[in-house]
């Protein structure tokens, strides 16, 4: 990827976060601590501050700074899991990617974030939607990005009548039953930005 793409992509999903991070609060606060959009905002804002640095770098190089950004600027439980998915990616993917490594990649780091929050998907958090998704990636290159984006959003509110199993929301118990979880919405609005972007 050219470096000016790679840094215009960096900076519409960062406008993308936080543009949503009201949103991603008050879900949040509905079943968590209250804090998710602050988190996300924060950290995403640190990388559109880098993404001239960031972008200088090759595409897989550029996603392990995004996870190492992330790590340190979100915080919380989703600051180490988002961390951990980009620097897994850019661990797993060649530079010039086909859209074979990049689920081969997706899948990798999707079992690196099950490790990290000793979870799986079904237990309404942001596994809901980046397993769904890593299934629309290994279906082939025929609409990709389209079916990609409506996944990640039909995924994330699937997530509505799930119980919480994992994190803060798992202390309501059947309270977090009737509410999108945060970790899940953030994941669909990145994924949804990348192929808006791609899109164009
Ligand atoms: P915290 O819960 O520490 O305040 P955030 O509010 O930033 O952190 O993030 C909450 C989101 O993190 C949840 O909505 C969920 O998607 C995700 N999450 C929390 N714990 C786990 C876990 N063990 N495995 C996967 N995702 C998790
Ligand atoms: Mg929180
Ligand atoms: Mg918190």
New binding site residues.
Partial sequence: MEQETLKALLRAVAQTVIAHAEE?TA??QA??????G???KRGFERVAELADDISQHPLPQALTEVGKTLVMT??????P?YGTFFMTLGKELPADPTLIDLSHAFNVAITA??R????SAG??????VLVPVHEELSAGTANVLERVKHRATSAADA?IPML?V?????FLGERSIGHM???????ALVISAVCDFLGD
């Fill in positions: 991603l879900l949040d079943i968590g601590d209250g804090d998710h602050l988190n996300m979100v915080g919380g439980a989703s600051g899991l974030v099950e990290r929050g000793k979870s237990q309404k958090t942001l596994l809901d997530t919480a994992r994190g803060r929301a798992s979880d945060p970790g899940a919405h953030s994941s």
